[in-house]
């Protein structure tokens, strides 16, 4: 059973840029397509990133869209959201997911496992 931790959460700047990375054990993700999601206070979690086993194909959330990207390293079995000109908006924790049927979706139901998650803060 793959596990998932995320790091790279903490505090910035509006404006400023965040790497979040995900890694993987207990098997390779290089089957699995791959996800991120967030969930700010009191609200449900959204869907941020995705992207396909290969890393050819990769779909945003429309608030993210042109300022984060996803990518992946199924060598290094980790997942990466490289987030840029971020808002306070976009303070939540994140999570890092696995499909392990290898599709690519925007649901949560998609995914079969799921990080803890880590916190990204943003301050004005």
């Known amino acids: 059973q793959v596990q998932l931790v995320e790091s790279g959460g903490g505090y910035v700047q509006a404006g400023g840029s965040l790497r979040l990375s995900c890694a993987a054990s207990?098997?390779?993700?290089?089957?699995?397509?791959m996800g991120w999601f967030r969930q700010a206070p009191g609200k449900e979690r959204e869907f941020v990133a995705a992207i396909s086993r290969s890393g050819i194909s990769v779909y945003y959330g429309d608030s993210v869209k042109g300022r984060f990207t996803i990518s992946r390293s199924n060598a290094k079995n980790t997942v990466y959201l490289q987030m840029n000109s971020l808002k306070t908006e976009d303070t939540a924790v994140y999570y890092c997911?696995?499909?392990?049927?290898?599709?690519?979706?925007?649901?949560?139901?998609?995914?079969?496992?799921w990080g803890q998650g880590t916190q990204v803060t943003v301050s004005s």
């Open positions: 997911a696995a499909d392990p049927w290898g599709s690519v979706g925007t649901a949560q139901s998609e995914y079969g496992y």
């Open positions: 207990g098997g390779t993700i290089s089957s699995y397509g």
